[in-house]
């Protein structure tokens, strides 16, 4: 805080203190006094406004930040990333930074990513380098669970996480993070390079800042791979090429954004949950899983071998639509025998695109002897699901296959769970609007859609919503205010509605223009069935939040409204937060004069023993005041 406006701050509890000694018994003149005393100093502390966000990116290794050693071979080197970065102008506005370290509160670790045309967020991120940065082929399912972890426990800090990458295990390491992350509500991008960031001619620089938009402004609840100008699901890629910048595809899945010279959401593509479930970590993955490559005249003691123990589950690549040679009955032996030994197979094709189907004998040969259908997964995909699946030790051999053949993250195609799109709308609007460009028309039915939804929710029609979301509209899109239709339900009050939007993907992470989550919304709105629901699907006050959370606190407690301190409480508030005056809010119940308020606070652990700006505790306001009942409750 500067001189003047810690000058400002004290001469406002001066004069606010000067007036509770002569008017005590007017308590409402008091509040209204402090209220307008500390206005010159209310703005100054401001960390992050409603349009900012925050971004962790981890920074495992690989090329991406590579320079040349004194032999002039690219390797990684320790703790030169983050000061490099910070001196390019793509990637750190130091202008804008450097306005924000005069806020005492700020975190001067963090970057500022230049703003751009293509949101009107700014991105404050932060960098953690890994102590070992690692070779992407040195990774191994112990450096998965290492980097689940990792974002665990900084889930509840940051808007979203960029994970920099290697490129050659990259797909692993997102198909296996896909299936780690159960309930995720939050956007992960994982990003590398194939020519170092810091090179004259780079991809590494637009792959980075596009990781970072897109984890900070599109809140795409999935791990995704950004490389070369598209981002995919994490679980649907490989890599293609060792050379072409473009070094990463999914076959069998379109690119969830594209970008040019805009960024082209395909919100269809994006997979949405259907439960209510806070975010979890499963941070096991078994190592008794192989992947064999059926190939002509392939050995049968290769087969043997592959199925011995250890091994609990195997990924068979093979022919087409997943055949081997229909006279190769020692190969169906064995596979039938490692099935009878509790041994989970899983057949997939080695065709880049495509799916297994049971169209041919050999195919229907397979299933009878119990090998389950990998329908159209990567190889990668599958290895990593079923090493995931294998660790569920809660569920029954059955179970386990049934799962490798469900849908759990979007690892494989699912005919029932594509949007149903109406040409009949389409055709209309094209008609009558006389729009001729398809991407125009899809802009415009995408508006039309999303606003009948809302009108579905303002009449609380749940049939409409129902055909309205068959009809692709989008659970989450956002208005001019930002706000979802998630937000509007539970301004008006439906707990069903937000019940049954949470299970139809509905983001409880995302925010309106001015910072507002729909957990906040619920708070403000005094509905604790809804803040009920939204903390079973993982919403929560993040850091970034204290401020807002603060000013409610200080209302609450100001106006003795003791049931919204405990709504606040129910939402993971913290109530020892401070505000611009550094005051609690047992200060403000206090000097308010609100015993009901203040005994709510002392039964649920604010501390006490904390001073305001001028070294006050709340005790020494009742003291001064005279206030015998507040005395009391601090003995």
């Avoid at 701050?9 to 006094?33: A, W, Y």
């Avoid at 970057?111 to 890994?130: A, C, G, H, M």
């Avoid at 209302?555 to 709504?567: D, H, I, P, Q, V």
Wanted: with cysteine; proline share 3%; net charge negative.
């Amino acid at each position: 805080m500067s001189l003047i406006n810690l000058e400002c701050s004290v001469n406002g509890v001066k004069k606010k203190f000067s007036r509770m000694e002569s008017r005590d018994s007017n308590h409402r003149s008091e509040c209204n006094l402090e209220r307008n005393d500390s206005v010159c100093s209310k703005n100054q502390l401001k960390t992050l406004d409603g349009n900012d966000r925050r971004v962790l990116v981890i920074y495992t290794g690989g090329t991406i930040g590579m320079v040349c050693n004194e032999e002039g071979v690219l390797a990684p080197q320790k703790n030169l990333f983050e000061g490099l970065i910070r001196e390019f102008p793509q990637l750190h506005d130091p202008a804008l930074w450097e306005q924000r370290t005069h806020d005492p509160t700020f975190d001067r670790s963090f970057l500022v990513l230049p703003k751009t045309n293509d949101t009107s967020l700014r991105i404050f991120y932060k960098i953690q380098e890994y102590e070992n940065l690692l070779d992407s082929s040195n990774m191994s399912e112990e450096d998965w669970i290492f980097l689940a972890e990792d974002i665990k426990k900084y889930y509840e800090q940051y808007d979203g996480f960029v994970v920099l990458h290697g490129t050659d295990t990259l797909s692993y390491t997102a198909s296996a993070l896909s299936f780690m992350f159960e309930n995720l509500g939050k956007g992960i991008v994982i990003t590398g390079s194939q020519i170092p960031i810091f090179e004259p001619r780079s991809d590494g620089v637009d792959n980075f800042v596009s990781s970072l938009l897109i984890a900070g402004g599109l809140n795409i609840p999935e791990v995704t791979v950004f490389f070369g100008s598209k981002l995919y699901r994490g679980n649907r890629t490989r890599k293609v090429s060792a050379t072409h910048l473009h070094a990463f595809d999914s076959p069998n899945c379109v690119p969830i954004v594209e970008v040019g010279l805009e960024m082209e959401v395909n919100k269809a593509a994006i997979f949405k949950p259907n439960t209510i479930e806070k975010f979890h970590v499963h941070a096991r993955m078994s190592k008794n899983v192989g992947l064999l490559r059926i190939f002509p005249s392939i050995s049968i003691a290769v087969v043997k071998a592959f199925c011995q123990p250890p091994i609990e589950g195997m990924v068979l690549e093979c022919y087409g639509a997943g055949n081997i040679p229909i006279n190769r009955d020692d190969v169906l032996n064995v596979l039938a025998e490692a099935v009878k030994r509790g041994v989970i197979l899983i057949v997939i094709t080695q065709c880049n695109t495509g799916s297994v189907a049971a169209l041919y004998e050999t195919g229907q040969l397979m299933a009878k002897y119990g090998v389950v259908s990998g329908f159209d997964m990567t190889p990668e995909a599958a290895l990593t699901k079923l090493s995931y699946v294998l660790t569920k030790t809660e569920l029954s051999y059955k179970e386990k296959t049934e799962m490798m053949m469900k849908n759990i993250r979007g690892e494989l195609t699912n005919v029932s769970s594509m949007a149903i799109e109406d040409q009949t709308l389409k055709e209309a609007l094209a008609k009558s609007l006389n729009i001729q460009s398809p991407k125009k028309l899809l802009e415009v039915t995408e508006r039309v859609i999303s606003s009948l939804l809302l009108y579905g929710i303002e009449r609380s029609d749940e049939g409409v919503i129902t055909k309205l979301l068959e009809m692709g509209a989008d659970v989450n899109a956002q208005d001019l205010e930002g706000r979802t239709p998630l937000h509007e339900a539970i301004l008006k009050g439906y707990a069903p509605i937000v019940e049954y939007l949470l299970k139809n993907g509905a983001n409880v992470h995302l925010k309106n223009c001015n910072g507002e989550s729909p957990l906040m919304t619920a708070v403000q709105q005094d509905a604790p069935i809804i803040i009920s629901l939204l903390m079973k699907c993982g919403a929560h006050f993040a850091s970034a939040d204290n401020k807002q959370v603060s000013e409610m606190l200080s209302l609450a407690s100001r106006n003795g409204a003791t049931r919204k301190l405990e709504y606040l409480k129910m939402a993971g508030a913290d109530l020892n937060l401070i505000d611009e005056m550094y005051q609690t809010s047992l200060h403000k119940a206090v000097i308010c004069n609100y015993p009901d308020t203040a005994r709510f606070l002392i039964d649920n652990d604010v501390v006490k023993e904390a001073k305001d700006i001028l070294g006050y505790t709340a005790l020494d306001y009742a003291v001064k005041l005279n206030r015998t009942l507040f005395i009391e409750m601090f003995k």
